[in-house]
């Protein structure tokens, strides 16, 4: 069974930093490539970020909200993808998602990620 | 960049089939595959069709998903309505500037 599971959420002022990780389970991690999608509360779906897998050089992209401020990491040896935001702004409050890109499109639970003083 | 244009909303009654568009803003809806999920209330996106007309494992064939290049748009067609399908339902898709565009979502009332 495939499973992502997001951790890591919580409260943060702004200014500050916060790591999100998602452990895999259930299929091939390191063949996929790897996205973080947020949704703020009452809002639709964005994207946040992808990272690629090693035969595309682990390359990475960012929605223009968050290029400069997040990165996106992963580890292969450990099944788990990562997220490093920082300079937050109360805007970023939001549940993140991981999710592998399509067509191999699982989700994981989300973690709720709150920025405010 | 593209966007894609959903209605807010839609409702039917059980039983009945219902449509949901999705409307590509530039660049051709049949250049880049489109997905759908269904988001119920306090839960996680799950994908109920891919690659524009591709079921999951598990998805009931209730589902389907089409692509109209003479309107630039996708759709979603769910028949005989449950009262579980009831939930926001978002398409997405890509280009090659932008991996992951999400459709703004249309909320299913199942009346």
């Known amino acids: 069974e495939v499973q992502l599971v997001e951790s890591g959420g919580g409260l943060v002022q702004p200014g500050g930093s916060l790591r999100l990780s998602c452990a895999a389970s259930?299929?091939?991690?390191?063949?996929?490539?790897m996205d973080w999608v947020r949704q703020a509360p009452g809002k639709g779906l964005e994207w946040v970020g992808r990272t690629r897998n090693k035969a595309n050089s682990y390359t990475t992209e960012y929605a223009a909200s968050v290029k400069g401020r997040f990165t996106i990491s992963r580890d292969d040896s450990k099944n788990s993808l990562y997220l490093q935001m920082n300079s937050l702004k109360t805007e970023d409050t939001a549940v993140y998602y991981c999710a592998s890109a399509p067509p191999f499109d699982y989700w994981g639970q989300g973690t709720l990620v709150t920025v405010s003083s | 960049n593209f966007m894609l244009t959903q209605p807010h909303s839609v409702s039917e009654s059980p039983g009945k089939t219902v449509t949901i568009s999705c409307t590509r803003s530039s660049g051709s809806i049949a250049s880049n595959y489109v997905q759908w999920y269904q988001q119920r209330p306090g839960s996680a996106p799950t994908t109920v069709i891919y690659?524009?007309?591709?079921?999951p494992s598990g998805v009931p064939d209730r589902f389907s998903g089409s692509i109209d290049s003479s309107s630039n748009s996708a759709s979603l067609t769910i028949s005989g309505l449950k009262t579980e399908d009831e939930a926001d339902y978002y398409c997405?898709?890509?280009?090659?500037?932008?991996?992951?565009?999400f459709g703004g979502g249309t909320k299913l009332t199942v009346l």
């Open positions: 259930g299929f091939t991690f390191s063949d996929h490539y």
């Open positions: 997405q898709s890509y280009d090659s500037s932008n991996p992951r565009v």
């Open positions: 690659e524009d007309n591709q079921r």
